[in-house]
């Protein structure tokens, strides 16, 4: 019985080896498939502020006092643009460019996403998670949009990309466990009789092919382990 304060000791001592194995493993396994954010917000004024405020009341008939989203799915984008820069520039003013009238006449609010992605799957967050981005029509009050910069020509979505679109859409929905659907931008009229669209006007409709099938595809299936709810059949 004397020997026994020895014999723990010992064993506790047997056991840190075996013990920092694991941990570093554990740790080696998360910063594998944990995914880096880097904040790069696009300006944040009462003007985005009133606008995305507008756009929730215009286009859902949602009245708020703050422009939040309750985030239900996640809509993975291009942008076409070649670059990071030019990219977060197109995203950057509160106000729609001139050069977009086809959606001016919706709202002035510009355009955005909550994540940019660039192509070589660095992940930048543009605005928080829960504010509204307006990136596709009729879902904006649930959707938390991500864009991949490229996606054409010269500049077709890359491995890193995927990768990166893979670990923040898993970090997205270990957050955020509600989110049921991950769909891209080209499949967003699917929704159109969903009870969570909410566009009021049939009229207001812009065609879409980002961020193409197999982008989509693939993410879905690779992240199939969270028992995404399946697209809607299209109703014509
Ligand atoms: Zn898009």
Same mark, same amino acid.
């Given at each position: ?24 493993? /554990? ?7 944990? !995914?880096?954010?880097? @904040?790069? #917000? /696009? ?6 502020? @009133? ?11 949602? !009245? @708020? ?9 996640? +809509? +993975? =984008?291009?942008? !076409?643009?070649? %670059? ?12 729609? #460019? ?12 510009? /355009? ?5 992605? $660039?192509?070589?799957? %660095? ?25 991949? !910069? ?26 955020? #466990?509600?989110?049921?659907? /991950?769909?891209? =931008? ?6 159109? $009789? =969903? ?30 382990? =969270?028992?995404?709810?399946? +697209? #809607?059949?299209?109703?014509?």
């Amino acid at each position: 019985m004397k020997k026994l304060p020895l014999v723990i000791p010992l064993i506790r001592f047997k056991m840190i080896p075996k013990t920092l194995f694991i941990f570093a493993t /554990v740790l080696l396994l998360f910063s594998c498939s944990s !995914v880096k954010i880097i @904040q790069k #917000p /696009v300006t944040m004024n009462e003007e985005r502020k @009133q606008l995305s405020l507008e756009y929730l009341e215009t286009r859902y008939g949602l !009245v @708020q006092e703050e422009p939040t989203i309750t985030p239900k799915m996640i +809509v +993975v =984008h291009w942008t !076409v643009i070649p %670059t990071l820069e030019k990219s977060f520039e197109a995203f950057n003013p509160s106000k729609l #460019p001139n050069w977009r009238p086809e959606i001016a006449n919706a709202s002035a609010l510009n /355009v955005a996403a909550q994540f940019l992605v $660039d192509q070589d799957g %660095t992940v930048y967050s543009l605005l928080p998670e829960t504010y509204l981005a307006r990136h596709v029509i009729g879902l904006n009050h649930c959707a938390i949009g991500i864009e991949n !910069v490229g996606g054409t020509g010269d500049k077709e979505l890359t491995k890193a990309q995927l990768k990166s679109n893979i670990k923040l859409i898993n970090y997205l929905k270990m957050k955020y #466990p509600k989110i049921e659907y /991950v769909i891209g =931008h080209l499949e967003y009229t699917n929704f159109e $009789d =969903h009870e969570l669209w909410l566009e009021k006007d049939d009229a207001y409709r812009t065609e879409k092919t980002d961020p193409g099938v197999d982008f989509i595809n693939t993410i879905r299936k690779k992240t199939s382990k =969270h028992n995404w709810k399946p +697209v #809607p059949e299209k109703i014509n």
